[in-house]
C-alpha cells in the first residue's frame, strides 16, 4: 500500500492521530508524512475533518430527517444542477445522487420538525425540477460513520408473553 492510500484510510479511521502516530505506522518519516497530509488537502481528496457525535449525549440533539428526491431533467438542467441549488441550503448536512428508487438521498438537520417541514415545503419542493419529496425522520443512530453507539443500551420495552 502506498503511503498516500494508508494516510487517508488512518485518517478516515481516526482524523485525530498525530503527526507523530501516523509516521510510526506507515513507517514513513514525519515531514513526509505533514507534506503528503498537505498535497492530499491541496488537490481536494480530504476535504475537512469532523467528530461523530452521539446527540444522544447532548442537550442539543437537533432533528434530522432523511429526505427522498424525485428529479425531472430537462436540455439545460442535469443532475449537477440541481445539486449544487440544493448544497447551497444550510438545513442540507448531506447530499448524495443514488440510483434506484429515488434520485437524491438528503439529510437534513434543523431545531424542530416544524423546520424541516417548512425547510422541505419551501425550499426544497419548489425547486422546479423536483417531482417529488418524501421525508422520513431518523428516529435513532446505531452507527455512524463506521462508529457503533451504546451497542450495549438496555432494551427498556416490556416483555408481552401470551
Known amino acids: 500500500m502506498n503511503t498516500r492510500a494508508e494516510l487517508v484510510s488512518l485518517l478516515r479511521e481516526n482524523a485525530r492521530y498525530t503527526t507523530v502516530d501516523l509516521a510510526r505506522m506507515t513507517g514513513a518519516e514525519e515531514r ?49 444542477d440541481i445539486a449544487k441549488r440544493l448544497v447551497g441550503f444550510p438545513e442540507v448536512e448531506s447530499l448524495r445522487l443514488v440510483s434506484g428508487e429515488y434520485d437524491f438521498s438528503m439529510t437534513v438537520e434543523a431545531d424542530s420538525m416544524g423546520e424541516v417541514s417548512r425547510f422541505v415545503s419551501e425550499k426544497v419542493a419548489p425547486v422546479p425540477e423536483i417531482t417529488q419529496t418524501v421525508t422520513h425522520y431518523l428516529m435513532e443512530s446505531y452507527k455512524e ?18
Open 32 to 80: 513526509e508524512v505533514e507534506s503528503t497530509i498537505e498535497a492530499l488537502e491541496t488537490e481536494g481528496v480530504i476535504r475537512g475533518y469532523s467528530a461523530v457525535v452521539d446527540w444522544r449525549n447532548t442537550d442539543d440533539e437537533p432533528v434530522r430527517a432523511l429526505v427522498e428526491c424525485n428529479v425531472t431533467l430537462d436540455r439545460e438542467t442535469g443532475y449537477d
Open 145 to 162: 460513520h463506521g462508529i457503533e453507539f451504546d451497542g450495549d443500551r438496555d432494551d427498556d420495552r416490556l416483555s408481552v408473553s401470551p
